[in-house]
């Protein structure tokens, strides 16, 4: 069975730069999309990013496009979200998803969740 951890969150100022990961083990990533979604205090969750099996076809929200980059290392079994030019309301618990399918979309019904990690973005 596919389990996610995340790592990489953190407090960060205004226009600075994170980078999540999400290590994956059970099964290899390769067999998967892999989402990014997060959700801010009193807010639904949302789709970020998701990326599809081939690592090559990724998708963004709005919101985070030109400043988040998605990728997929197959060697690390690991997917990370580089998230650069951060801005306040981009504070969140950040959660990375998997789904068995060749491409990815940020309304699939995704089946193994990580336990999130909080990033917040503060002077």
């Known amino acids: 069975q596919l389990q996610l951890v995340e790592f990489g969150g953190g407090l960060v100022q205004p226009g600075g730069s994170l980078r999540l990961s999400c290590a994956a083990s059970?099964?290899?990533?390769?067999?998967?999309?892999i989402g990014w979604f997060r959700q801010a205090p009193g807010k639904e969750r949302e789709g970020v990013s998701c990326i599809g099996r081939s690592g090559i076809r990724t998708n963004y929200a709005d919101s985070v496009k030109g400043r988040f980059t998605i990728s997929k290392d197959s060697a690390k079994n690991t997917a990370y979200l580089q998230m650069n030019s951060l801005k306040p309301e981009d504070t969140a618990v950040y959660y990375c998803a998997a789904v068995l399918t060749y491409s990815c979309g940020l309304g699939m019904d995704y089946a193994s969740w990580g336990q999130g990690t909080q990033v917040t973005v503060s002077s």
């Open positions: 059970g099964s290899t990533l390769d067999y998967y999309s």
